[in-house]
C-alpha cells in the first residue's frame, strides 16, 4: 500500500433487511399500485434493490382522499401538542433507526456513507425536533394569531437527498397542521417507503401521511388533484414552471425550490487553505448533485494560479469509489440519465474553449461514476457558466475587483445560493448585501439547519424550507372580520380563484347593472 | 363673465418623466355624467417596456437607500396629497360621480394609507427578519429584501385614487420599483399622482404610470423578463389566469385579484409579498 491508500472500510448492509417489493403507503397501510412497477437499483453497482409499485391516477386519487379524511376527521381535531408528540416520536425513532437509514439511502443513491451519516439522516431527526416543537406556538409563526392549515399538501421530491427532503417537506406540513402526500423521485423512493413504516411505528393517525411512488406522471397527477390546497416542489427550473403554470388561477399555495448555479467567491485575503476546503465541500460534496452547489468558482485574479493549484492538489486526495465505504469522498452518480447529462455538458465546455482537468481516480467497471473535474478560462457566456450542472463539474472565473464579482455572481437567472471567503468581515457584509441569493455563506458553504431559512430568488424559485419562515409555506392568517381602514390594518383581503372569479364577475356587472 | 379655465393634458409618468405614449394614441375619459374630461394617453406595448427599463434604472438607487430615508419619502407623498387634495377631489367627483364628502373621504383614506406604509419602512425588516440559532459556531441572520421591479393592474373599481396608492405603496416600502397600470376609466388621479411623485423626493423611475388599456398592457408585463413580480390586485376583469400562467415562464412572484371592499386592504402580508428573504451564515472563530 502507497502512502493515502486506505484498507476497505465498508458498512455492514446486515442491518438492513429489505423487502423484494414496496408498495404505495395509503390512509397508514401498503397497498399495490395500478400502475406499471418499476425497479430501483444501485446505482454504484447498478444492481436492483428492490421493486418499487407506480401510483396511476385511481392510486394518486386514493391518497388524496386518504389524506382529506384524515384532515377532516382527525389531524385538524387534534391539538397543537399532540401534534407535536407525534413529530418528537418520528425525530426519536428516525434517531434510532439512524444507521439503517443511512446504509438504505447510500445504496440506493449513490453518495458516501459519511454524508448520510454524518449528514443526511442527522439533518432527518433534527428537522423533525424543531418543528415538533412549533406545533404549539403556531401564534408566533408571523401569520398572525390563531394561523389556520391550508388542509392537503401534496409535496414532490428530488433524488438528491431523498431522505432529507422528505424532512424538510413532511415536518413543517404537520407542525402546521396539514396533512401530506408526498411523491419521492424515482431512482430514490426506498428510504421514503422505510420512512413509511417508521410512521406506523410512531402510530401516526392513518392517511395524515401517504407515500406513493412512480414516475413524473405520477407527480403530475399529484400537482393537478383538484382535491389538494397547496403544492411544495423541489426539483428542477423547467418542471418548477410546469408547475407555477398548471396551479395558475387555483387556490393552491405553491412553494418551489429550484436550480441554482451557485458563486462561491474568494478574494485575495482569504485564509486560502480553508477556501479551498469550503470549494470542495461546495462542489464536490454529494457528486455536486446540490442545488445550492457552489458550481462557479469566482476567484481574485491575484491568487487564481494559487488557489487553482492548491484546489487540485486537494482535488488529488478525494476518494471516489463504493459509497458504502466509510473512506469515500465521491459517490456514484445517481442515475445513467443525470451522467449523461453530465457528461453532455461537459463536453460543451472544452467544445467552447474551457480548459478541463479531472483528477485521477480509478472509475469503476460497473455503475455511475464521474471523477471531480474542473474547468479554467471559463467566461460568463459559457454554458458551464450559465447551465446547472448538477454533477462534480466546477467552472472557474475571475475577478479584479468586488463590483466586478458581484455583477458576475448576479448574472444569472438563478438566485439560490452564493459564498464569499474573506478575512474581512466589513467586505463580508457589504458583498452578502448585493447578492441576489436566498442564502449566502461567509467563510462556509453547504451549511444546512432546520432553524435557517433556505430558498430561492428570481428563478431559483420562492417560499422557503427551514426556520419560522419554513411554517409560513403550510399556515394561511385566521379568517378575517374587517373593516378596510388602516386601523384595522394588517388583514388580508380574499383573494378571487378560479373558482371565484366568475361569481365576483357575476355580482360586479350586478352592480354595475344596479346603477 | 366666468374665467376661461385651462385643461391639462394627462400623459404617463415614466422615469420621472411625463411623456406622451410613444403610439401618439390617446382615448376619452368621460365623467360619470358623460361629459367629456380629458384625453389620456393610450399607452402601448413599448411605453410599458420603457416603464420598465426605467423601473429597473431606479432598483439600485432606491433599494440601496436606508430604510429611514424611503420612510420619509413615503411620508413626503402624504404631505404633499394633503396639500393639494382639492384637486384630487375634483377629479374623482368627475371621474367616479360621487359628492364631495366621499371624494374627501377617499382621499383621506390614500393619504392615511401612505402614512402608515411609511412607518413600516424600517420595522419590517425587525417583524420579517430573524435570528436562527443554528446548531455550529456560526451566526445565522435572516432579512427580507425587496424583490424588484414590480408590475402591477391598479384596482379597476370605483375607488381609483385609493385603489392605485393601495397598491403601489406596499411594494415601495420594502425598496422595489413599480411600474402600474393605472384605472382605465378614471385615470386622471393616477397621472395627478404621478405629479406629486414627481415634485415629492421619489427618485424618477421609483413609480412609473401607464394609462391605457390594462388588457392590452398586461400580458407584456406578465411576460417580460425584467419583471420580478406581478400583483394583479385588478385584474380580476381580465384573463388573469392567462397572465399568472405567462408569469409562470419566467417564475414572477404573482398577487392574484381580489375583490370588494377589502381588495388590497392595508397589510403588512403584502409588504412581504414582494420580498426575499435572504439568510446569511457568518462563521464564528473557534477561541
Same mark, same amino acid.
Given at each position: 500500500?502507497k502512502?493515502?491508500d ?20 395509503i390512509?397508514?397501510e401498503?397497498?399495490a399500485g395500478r400502475g406499471?412497477?418499476f425497479q430501483t437499483i444501485?446505482p454504484?453497482?447498478?444492481q436492483q434493490?428492490?421493486m ?8 394518486v386519487d386514493?391518497?388524496?382522499s386518504?389524506?382529506?379524511l384524515a384532515y377532516?376527521g382527525v389531524w385538524?381535531?387534534?391539538?397543537g ?8 416520536r418520528?425525530?426519536r425513532?428516525?434517531q434510532e433507526?439512524a444507521?439503517?437509514?443511512a446504509?438504505?439511502?447510500t445504496?440506493?443513491?449513490?453518495k458516501?456513507?459519511?454524508?448520510t451519516?454524518?449528514?443526511d439522516?442527522?439533518l432527518?431527526a433534527a428537522?423533525f425536533?424543531y418543528?415538533a416543537g ?5 401564534d408566533h409563526a408571523?401569520?398572525?394569531p ?21 424532512a ?8 402546521a397542521?396539514n396533512?401530506v402526500v408526498l411523491?419521492?423521485a ?5 428510504t421514503?417507503?422505510l420512512?413509511a413504516e417508521?410512521?406506523q ?5 392513518d392517511?395524515v401521511?401517504n ?12 400537482v393537478?388533484?383538484p382535491?389538494?390546497n ?7 427550473t423547467?418542471v ?16 418551489l425550490e429550484?436550480g441554482?448555479k451557485g458563486a462561491n ?9 480553508q477556501?479551498?476546503e469550503?470549494?470542495?465541500r461546495?462542489?464536490?460534496?454529494n457528486?455536486?448533485h446540490?442545488?445550492?452547489a457552489?458550481?462557479?468558482?469566482l476567484v481574485q ?10 484546489l487540485k492538489?486537494r482535488?488529488q486526495?478525494?476518494?471516489l ?5 466509510k473512506?469515500?469522498?465521491?459517490g ?17 465546455g472544452e ?7 479531472s ?5 469503476p467497471?460497473?455503475?455511475f461514476w ?10 460568463t457566456s459559457h454554458?458551464?457558466?450559465?447551465d446547472e450542472?448538477?454533477g ?7 475577478f ?7 455583477a458576475?455572481?448576479n448574472n444569472?437567472?438563478?438566485?439560490l ?8 468581515g466589513?467586505r463580508i457584509?457589504?458583498v ?10 461567509a467563510?462556509?458553504?453547504?451549511q ?8 430561492g430568488?428570481?428563478e ?8 419560522r ?8 392568517p385566521a379568517?378575517?372580520s ?6 384595522a390594518?394588517?388583514?388580508q383581503?380574499?383573494p378571487v ?10 355580482s360586479?356587472?350586478a352592480e354595475k347593472?344596479a346603477? | ?15 420621472g418623466?411625463?411623456p406622451r ?8 375619459v ?6 367629456f374630461?380629458?384625453?389620456a394617453?393610450?399607452g ?13 434604472g431606479a432598483?439600485?438607487?432606491?433599494a440601496g437607500?436606508t430604510?429611514y430615508?424611503r ?10 396629497l394633503e396639500?393639494r387634495?382639492?384637486q384630487?377631489?375634483?377629479?374623482i367627483m ?5 359628492n364631495a ?9 390614500a ?8 412607518g413600516w419602512a424600517d420595522k419590517?425588516?425587525q417583524?420579517a427578519g430573524?435570528?436562527?440559532?443554528v446548531s ?7 432579512v427580507p429584501e425587496?424583490t @424588484?421591479v414590480? +408590475?402591477? $393592474? %391598479? =384596482?379597476q373599481?370605483?375607488?381609483s385614487?385609493l385603489g392605485l396608492?393601495s397598491?403601489?405603496?406596499? #411594494?415601495?416600502?420594502a425598496g422595489?420599483t413599480?411600474?402600474?397600470v393605472?384605472?382605465e376609466?378614471a385615470?386622471?388621479?393616477a ?12 427618485p424618477g423611475?421609483?413609480v412609473n404610470?401607464?394609462? @391605457?388599456?390594462? +388588457?392590452? $398592457? %398586461? =400580458?407584456w408585463?406578465?411576460s417580460?423578463?425584467d419583471v420580478?413580480?406581478?400583483?394583479l390586485?385588478? #385584474?380580476?376583469?381580465?384573463?388573469w389566469v392567462?397572465l399568472?400562467?405567462?408569469a409562470a415562464?419566467t417564475?414572477?412572484?404573482v398577487?392574484p ?8 386592504a ?6 412581504l409579498?414582494?420580498?426575499?428573504l ?10
Open positions: 500500500m502512502f493515502l486506505y484498507a476497505p472500510a465498508p458498512e455492514s448492509k446486515a442491518l438492513l433487511s429489505l423487502k423484494s417489493d414496496y408498495g404505495l403507503f390512509n397508514g401498503f397497498t406499471t412497477p444501485n454504484a453497482t447498478e434493490i428492490a418499487i409499485a407506480t401510483a396511476n391516477e385511481a392510486d386514493d391518497a388524496v386518504a389524506a382529506r377532516d385538524s381535531r387534534l391539538t401538542s399532540d401534534r407535536g408528540k407525534y413529530l418528537f418520528i425525530a425513532l428516525v433507526r444507521r439503517e437509514l446504509v438504505a439511502e445504496l440506493d443513491n449513490g458516501p456513507i459519511k454524508e451519516r454524518d449528514v439522516i442527522p432527518v428537522w425536533f418543528y412549533w406545533a404549539d406556538k403556531l408571523g401569520v398572525g390563531n394561523p389556520a392549515a391550508l388542509g392537503v399538501a401534496a409535496q414532490v421530491i428530488p433524488w438528491n437527498f431523498p431522505l432529507m427532503m422528505l424538510w417537506k413532511i415536518a413543517p406540513a404537520l407542525a397542521g396533512t411523491k419521492p424515482e431512482t430514490t423512493s426506498l421514503a417507503l420512512f417508521i410512521l411505528q410512531a402510530d401516526l393517525p392517511g401521511v407515500i406513493i411512488t412512480g414516475d413524473g406522471g405520477t407527480g403530475a397527477a399529484l393537478n388533484h382535491g389538494i397547496k403544492v411544495a416542489f423541489t426539483g428542477s423547467s418548477g414552471r410546469a408547475i407555477a403554470r398548471s396551479v395558475a388561477g387555483t387556490d393552491k399555495k405553491l412553494s429550484l441554482g467567491i474568494v478574494f485575495d485575503d482569504a485564509p486560502i487553505d477556501a479551498v469550503g470549494i470542495v461546495g462542489i464536490f460534496f457528486q455536486g446540490v442545488c445550492c457552489g458550481s462557479r468558482l485574479e491575484s491568487i487564481h494560479d494559487e488557489v487553482i493549484d492548491r492538489r482535488m486526495t478525494l476518494r469509489g463504493d459509497p458504502l465505504d473512506n469515500t469522498d465521491i456514484a452518480i445517481n442515475s445513467a440519465e443525470q451522467l449523461a447529462r453530465i457528461r453532455e455538458l461537459s463536453d460543451l467544445q467552447e474553449g474551457a480548459q478541463r482537468w483528477s485521477d481516480c480509478v472509475i467497471q460497473e455503475g464521474f471523477a471531480p473535474t474542473i474547468f479554467t478560462n471559463v467566461s454554458r458551464i457558466a450559465r450542472i448538477f462534480p463539474v466546477l467552472s472557474v472565473l475571475t479584479r475587483t468586488p463590483a466586478e464579482a458581484i458576475k455572481a444569472t437567472p438563478y438566485g445560493s452564493a459564498g464569499i471567503w474573506s478575512d474581512k466589513s457584509l457589504a452578502a448585501d448585493k447578492l441576489r441569493a436566498g442564502v449566502i455563506w467563510n462556509t458553504f453547504n444546512f439547519d432546520p432553524s435557517s431559512p433556505f430558498g430568488y428570481k431559483s424559485g420562492y417560499g422557503r424550507e427551514g426556520g419562515h419554513g411554517l409560513a409555506a403550510y399556515l394561511k379568517v378575517r374587517g373593516s378596510r381602514s388602516i386601523n390594518a394588517d388583514q383581503a380574499t380563484t378560479k373558482k371565484s372569479a366568475s361569481a365576483s364577475k357575476k360586479a356587472s347593472a346603477k | 363673465m366666468n374665467r376661461l379655465a385651462i385643461p391639462k393634458t394627462y400623459k404617463l409618468y415614466i422615469g418623466k411625463f405614449s410613444e403610439s401618439g394614441r390617446v382615448y376619452e368621460r365623467s360619470h355624467q358623460g361629459d374630461l380629458a384625453n394617453a393610450k402601448s406595448r413599448k411605453d410599458a417596456r420603457d416603464a420598465v427599463v426605467a423601473a429597473r432598483l439600485g438607487g432606491w437607500a430604510a430615508n420612510g420619509q419619502v413615503l411620508y413626503r407623498i402624504a404631505e404633499l396639500g387634495r382639492v384630487f377631489v375634483d377629479e368627475g371621474c367616479e360621480g360621487v364628502a366621499v371624494a374627501n373621504a377617499q382621499v383621506d383614506e393619504i392615511d394609507r401612505w402614512v402608515w406604509y411609511a419590517y425588516v417583524v430573524n435570528a436562527n440559532p455550529g459556531p456560526f451566526f445565522n441572520l435572516s425587496p @424588484g414590480v +408590475a402591477i $393592474i %391598479a =384596482p373599481g370605483n375607488e385614487l396608492v397598491a403601489i405603496a406596499p #411594494a415601495l416600502v422595489n413599480v411600474v402600474v393605472a384605472n376609466n385615470p386622471l388621479s397621472i395627478s399622482l404621478g405629479e406629486v411623485l414627481a415634485t415629492s423626493d421619489v423611475g421609483v404610470i401607464v394609462t @391605457g388599456s390594462p +388588457a392590452e $398592457i %398586461a =400580458p408585463l406578465a417580460h423578463a420580478n413580480a406581478l400583483d390586485v385588478g #385584474a380580476g376583469e381580465l384573463d392567462e399568472q400562467i405567462s415562464d417564475l414572477k412572484r398577487l385579484p381580489e375583490s370588494g371592499e377589502d381588495a388590497a392595508p397589510a403588512l402580508s403584502r409588504i409579498a414582494f420580498t426575499e435572504k439568510t446569511v451564515w457568518h462563521t464564528k472563530a473557534l477561541l
